[in-house]
């Protein structure tokens, strides 16, 4: 694991902001790590697993955004839980609402009609106003959900 300094950390913050749109989410007091986990690059704050490197962006962890929604949402029907938990990419027939203005490349938590507890982080691979339109067809690719690496992470 490797200590960030405050640049680091500047750095870090600006690109969490493009993603979630929050500012300054680590202070420069704060205890900043990065390491690799499962061939991932992650970012730790006090041993606990916030982000992880996906295609050159930092992702939000399910267990972090069980706290704080950082990430638009995509509610799927129940039919769709286990799939979406077990890894598989969303597809249009079990969406049943999406936050407006998520854009091609955006990513969202996949969250329960029921619970609205988020199930998987995912990439969206159409704008949510071109899916809603589509009867059929992948939408959403799945990058993290409960019960992967990331999730089960132990320091």
Known sequence: MKQLNKQEIDALNQQIQTV?????????KDNIKEGTHDGKTIILRDRELLFFIYDGKPVPALKLLLKE???KTVTVDMGA????????????PGIKTAD?????DDLVAVVDETHKKPLAVCQALFSSEEFLNMDKGKVLKNI?????A???FEP
């Not at 979630?20 to 420069?28: L, M, P, S, V």
């Open 20 to 28: 979630t749109g929050k500012a300054d989410y680590f202070h420069k």
């Open 69 to 71: 929604p950082l990430l």
């Open 81 to 92: 839980v286990k799939f979406v938990a077990g890894g598989a990419d969303v597809m249009r």
């Open 100 to 104: 407006a203005h998520v854009k091609k």
């Open 144 to 148: 993290h959900r409960v019960g992967d």
């Open 150 to 152: 990331i999730w089960t």
